[in-house]
């Protein structure tokens, strides 16, 4: 004896309340997962800004609370019309259900605009996480003669700044050597010797610790380790370089130096946070929390965020901005691509309205759709207060 199957229902369910149970139970432990995910990067959230407390006060003037409130007030009311979707297919209103479906999809389409225009300050203004943070040049700024340009002569002020942020942590301030990290080059006879293209040659392709010529036997990176160290950098620094006095009482060929340099006595150190190396990340040194040394005075620090001025100079922006907006993009790009296959998904359940698969009994799919999209909205209402409203 042969039963009859209940429209829309899988042969593997019992019937069409148990595949329902099934569907939810599905979408459920999937939105767990999506809790734990996001879970994990507010809880680095809370250790970084409990850290970090001034950073967060600097950061804060790049984040307009204006466009945060408006993309909250757009996924509040996206919201509302997704769930009003879902009663108007238990109720077979098709019309209505395909309305407020299409409400919530240009409510989502409205939400990536507004956070477009948000990063597009930011992408200009190189307000980007790692390295891409201090970039000092876009590689390629258009002209006719494209990287191969020739570069004319190095300017000595960018260089100081480019030495700092490259050189420094190994050959020293003025390139009177780091014992154990870098060989003294201001008296060195080897600078003196050879031209500036010899020692750009050099800077850009470093030199092993297994070299014949190495004395220290040391690594020496290409570009001292510094990826966004481009061709004019590199003569910024020679030129640099250039502008150190020699003493020729104390002038030394590397080939006579035979062991490192023994460091003379230490004075008295301070705490030990203050005596730890400089970051050879560009400009780390003025960074307003975190392990890099402060150089910068705390008032010269906190002007910027006193009177709100974004800093166009690099050398106004705090190294460990990089982590900040590191941090930010990570947390609500997350949120952006989330919201991105929501689009699809509404995209998907409206065509599959407009086909007539959706039943009074049958709704489980527009059910589960709305489950997610609620929970991209509650995920942001956590991040519209953490990122734009707490200075």
Not at 60 to 73: I, K, P, S
Not at 321 to 339: D, P, S, W
Request: net charge negative; aromatic share 10%.
């Amino acid at each position: 004896m042969s039963h009859g199957h209940e429209a829309n229902v899988e042969h593997h369910y019992r019937d069409m309340s148990h595949q329902h149970d099934a569907a939810k139970l599905g979408i459920w432990l999937f939105l767990a997962t999506e809790v734990l995910l996001f879970g994990g990067l507010f809880c680095g959230y809370a250790v970084f800004r409990a850290n970090h407390p001034d950073l967060f006060k600097w950061g804060e003037q790049f984040l307009d609370e204006r466009y945060g409130a408006l993309n909250t007030a757009v996924l509040l009311i996206s919201s509302l019309t997704m769930a009003m979707a879902i009663t108007y297919v238990q109720k077979e209103k098709k019309n209505s259900a395909m309305v407020c479906l299409g409400i919530t999809f240009i409510c989502a389409g409205m939400f990536m605009v507004i956070k477009s225009i948000e990063y597009q300050h930011k992408f200009h203004e190189h307000l980007l996480g790692g390295m891409a943070f201090y970039q000092t040049s876009d590689h390629g700024d258009g002209s006719e003669a494209g990287e191969h340009a020739a570069i004319a002569h190095g300017v000595a002020d960018t260089g100081m700044a480019l030495w700092s942020a490259s050189c420094r942590s190994c050959h020293g301030a003025s390139g009177e050597g780091v014992p154990g990290q870098g060989m003294p080059l201001n008296p060195s006879v080897y600078v003196q010797n050879h031209t500036d293209s010899e020692l750009v040659d050099f800077i850009n392709s470093g030199r092993t610790a297994d070299a014949p010529d190495s004395v220290l036997q040391l690594d020496m990176p290409p570009r001292g380790g510094n990826p966004m160290l481009d061709e004019q950098g590199v003569h910024d620094i020679v030129a640099y370089m250039r502008t150190w006095k020699h003493e020729p009482s104390t002038v030394v060929a590397e080939h006579e130096v035979t062991q490192p340099v023994t460091p003379e006595p230490a004075p008295e150190q301070g705490p030990f946070i203050e005596n730890l190396p400089a970051s050879t990340v560009q400009f780390a040194a003025i960074a307003p929390t975190g392990l890099a040394p402060h150089s910068a005075s705390e008032s010269q620090r906190m002007a910027v965020v006193k009177h709100k001025v974004a800093p166009q100079l690099a050398e106004d922006k705090p190294a460990n901005a990089h982590l900040f907006f590191g941090l930010y993009f990570l947390m609500t790009g997350l949120h952006g691509i989330h919201v991105l296959v929501g689009m699809v998904v509404l995209i998907w359940l409206m065509w599959r309205l407009r086909r007539g698969d959706f039943t009074k009994r049958y709704y489980a799919a527009v059910e589960c759709g709305g489950l997610y999209w609620h929970i991209v909205d509650v995920i942001w209402i956590f991040l519209f207060p953490l990122w734009y409203l707490i200075g």
